[in-house]
């Protein structure tokens, strides 16, 4: 029987792969689950479970209750990628948190995004070729390696974050409509009025 579980918070995600001891950020680790939605993959919660452990090169494999609230928590992303208004965020630390590890949870989130897009992304997918796909993969790419040197009491430091911020998730989702399977493009949301939502 699966324990009950909630949709891990950031610090709760970190704590449970520092018992792992994992190599992978909490951040990084969402941005694969991320990529992987993004990238057009649909995985049940044994092929999820693989992918995930594969990456976090953790010492042990994750355990039932980890893997519970990791389910949770791509169920939630896949929803919020598919939210017509745009409710999909990146796991990252809040706004309170020092600047230099904002940036750079950013770019960890950015780089296991791009490991879980090429994950899911088939060879013979063609759409990824696109213009636009390319162009925005590319950024992503460039945010992935953005160095932490900001400031914290810098406003225009600030200011470049919000907008680094804002500009990867609106391209997460512009992946995640290109890149969507045949049977979810387009309509998806009014086929059911009544899907319950998670807040």
Known sequence: MHPVASVPSLDELANALARLNSACSAPELHGVVSGLLAGGARLNRNTLQKVLET????????????????????????????????AFAPLLPDD???????VAALADWCQGFLVGFGT???PNDTRVHAETVRETLQDIVHVSNVEASAQDNDEGDETAYAELYEFVRMAVIHLFEEMAPPEEQRGGDEADPDSPTLH
Not at 56 to 85: F, P, V
Not at 96 to 102: P, Q, S, T, V
């Open 55 to 86: 990456h976090a090169e953790a010492d042990q494999a994750i355990d039932e209750e980890l893997m519970a609230g990791l389910w949770h928590l791509q169920l939630k992303t896949l929803e919020d990628l598919g939210d017509s208004e745009l």
């Open 96 to 102: 309170d948190e020092d600047l230099g590890a904002r």
């Open 120 to 122: 899911a992304v088939r």
